[in-house]
């Protein structure tokens, strides 16, 4: 997964300024780009920067898979995701785009949308699922680390996109390979730390 440094560290009034449409700088780290096959550049470009109309064009063009892995086995619908480019996330979508491509790292585009607190995007991933069981894939989907999108909506501390998930039905108990829920990667004493044990306390026990 191509990652930006600092996407777990943003604040909630960064969170909140994002929302109401403000633009922030973000800075991204990727390996060489040579590692792209030369006939995706311009995908991967468009995808990168947030295009739509190169986007647009490198998709009427494209031969083979819109799937296909541009960089550390992300797609350009896990890049556009990454980088909270929603209108590009729309166009891959109705491309035909999958919903549960997997990085390398074993993440799915709504871990990317989750993780970088982009509320729009998470939401539009969860409605454009064909049915429900997808939707119930998609947010039990777990990363190399054990982690769900709820995990990294936490560690985010995107409250917003943590209630999303939780009204679509995310599991508050989920325990990652560290034996970690949601809760447990709050900070103390936090709006998502409260969220998250209010929802865990709901949960039946077995």
Same mark, same amino acid.
């Given at each position: 997964m191509a990652v930006p440094r600092g996407r777990n560290g943003r604040n909630g009034e960064e969170e909140e300024e994002e929302e109401e449409g403000a633009f922030f700088e973000q800075e991204f780290e990727f390996e060489d780009p040579n590692s792209v096959p030369p006939? +995706? #550049?311009?995908?991967?470009? =468009? =995808?990168?920067?947030?295009? +739509?109309? @190169? *986007?647009?064009?490198?998709? %009427?063009? +494209?031969?083979?898979?819109? %799937?296909? !892995? *541009? &960089?550390?086995?992300?797609? @350009?619908l896990h890049l556009t995701c990454l980088y909270g480019h929603l209108s590009c996330?729309? *166009? #891959?979508? &109705?491309?035909?785009?999958? *919903?549960? =491509?997997?990085?390398? %790292?074993?993440? #799915? !585009? #709504?871990? %990317? @949308?989750?993780a970088g607190g982009y509320t729009e995007i998470a939401q539009l991933l969860i409605n454009s699922a064909p049915n429900p069981d997808c939707v119930k894939r998609m947010l039990e989907s777990v990363d190399v680390e054990g982690d769900t999108p709820l995990h990294h909506a936490t560690r985010g501390e995107h409250v917003n996109v943590i209630r999303l998930l939780l009204a679509s039905g995310a599991c508050p108990t989920r325990t990652n390979i560290y034996g970690k829920t949601p809760g447990e990667l709050a900070a103390p004493d936090t709006e998502p730390q409260r969220i998250l044990d209010e929802a865990a306390s709901a949960v039946p026990s077995h």
């Open positions: 006939h +995706l #550049l311009n995908l991967f470009d =468009a =995808a990168e920067n947030g295009n +739509l109309d @190169a *986007l647009r064009h490198a998709l %009427d063009n +494209l031969t083979g898979s819109i %799937d296909q !892995p *541009l &960089e550390d086995g992300d797609t @350009a996330v729309q *166009l #891959l979508l &109705e491309r035909g785009a999958s *919903l549960e =491509a997997k990085d390398e %790292d074993g993440a #799915l !585009p #709504l871990h %990317d @949308a989750c």
